[in-house]
C-alpha cells in the first residue's frame, strides 16, 4: 500500500488518556509528509533526468550504429575501387607487355628478313664476280689461242697490242654474260663461243 503526504496529513489516532502530544504528533507528521513530498518530487525528477538519459543513449546509439555501417560501407567500396583499380592496372600492364613483345618480334622478324636479303646479295654479287672473273679468263686464253694459231700459219698479222673494244661492245659482251648466267652453264659456254667468234672477226675487220 503506497503512503501519499496527503494520507500522512490526514491521518487521525485515536486519544487516550496520557497519549502522545497532540500537537507535536500533528506537526512531526506535517515534516514526514513535507519531506516524503520532496522525496517524491526528486524521485520523479530523477525518473524523468533518467528517461531523456535513456533517450539520448538511444539516439547515440542509433548515431553510433549508422556511423559505423557507413564506416564499413566506405571500408568495402574502398576495397572495392582498389581491387578494381589494381585489375585496372594489372590489364593495362599486361596490355602493355604484349604490345613491347609483339613490336620486339616484329623487330627480330625484319631484322633476320634484313639480314637473309643482305646474305642473299652477298652470294649473288660473290656469284656474279666468279662467273664473271671467269668469262674474262676464257677470253684471255681464246685471245693467247689465236696468237698461237697466227703464229703457225705464219700470218702477217701481229697483234701490236691487244683489241681495243668500245663501250657498247663491252656494255653487250656484258649483257649477254648476264643472259648466260642466268639461263645455265650450257648457255653460258654457247655466249662465250659467240663472244670468241666476235673477237676473231675484230682483228680482220680492222686488218
Not at 500500500?1 to 502522545?20: S, V, Y
Not at 696468237?147 to 700459219?153: L, R
Not at 701490236?160 to 648457255?187: A, C, I, L, M, W
Request: hydrophobic share 35%.
Amino acid at each position: 500500500m503506497k503512503i501519499t503526504p496527503l494520507d500522512i496529513k490526514k491521518q487521525e489516532f485515536a486519544k487516550k488518556m496520557r497519549g502522545f502530544d497532540r500537537t507535536e504528533v500533528n506537526s512531526f507528521l506535517e515534516m514526514v509528509a513535507e519531506e516524503l513530498e520532496n522525496s517524491i518530487r526528486e524521485n520523479l525528477e530523477l525518473k524523468e533526468k533518467l528517461q531523456r538519459a535513456s533517450d539520448k543513449l538511444a539516439n547515440y546509439s542509433k548515431i553510433e550504429s549508422a556511423l559505423q555501417n557507413t564506416l564499413v560501407a566506405t571500408q568495402e567500396s574502398a576495397e572495392q575501387m582498389k581491387a578494381a583499380a589494381a585489375q585496372n592496372a594489372e590489364l593495362i600492364v599486361r596490355e602493355a607487355n604484349l604490345r613491347a613483345g609483339k613490336i620486339v618480334d616484329d623487330a627480330y622478324d625484319r631484322l633476320a628478313e634484313a639480314r637473309r636479303e643482305y646474305a642473299n646479295l652477298r652470294n649473288q654479287r660473290a656469284a656474279f664476280l666468279v662467273n664473271f672473273k671467269s668469262l674474262l679468263e676464257s677470253q684471255m686464253k681464246l685471245l693467247e689461242l689465236m696468237e698461237k694459231q697466227a703464229d703457225e700459219a705464219n700470218k702477217t698479222l701481229v697483234l701490236k697490242k691487244k683489241p681495243e673494244y668500245s663501250d657498247s661492245e663491252v656494255d653487250r659482251v656484258v649483257e649477254q654474260f648476264k643472259r648466260d648466267h642466268t639461263e645455265g652453264n650450257q648457255e653460258s659456254r654457247f655466249g662465250g663461243r659467240m663472244a670468241a667468234e666476235h673477237i676473231q672477226q675484230k682483228p680482220a675487220e680492222e686488218s
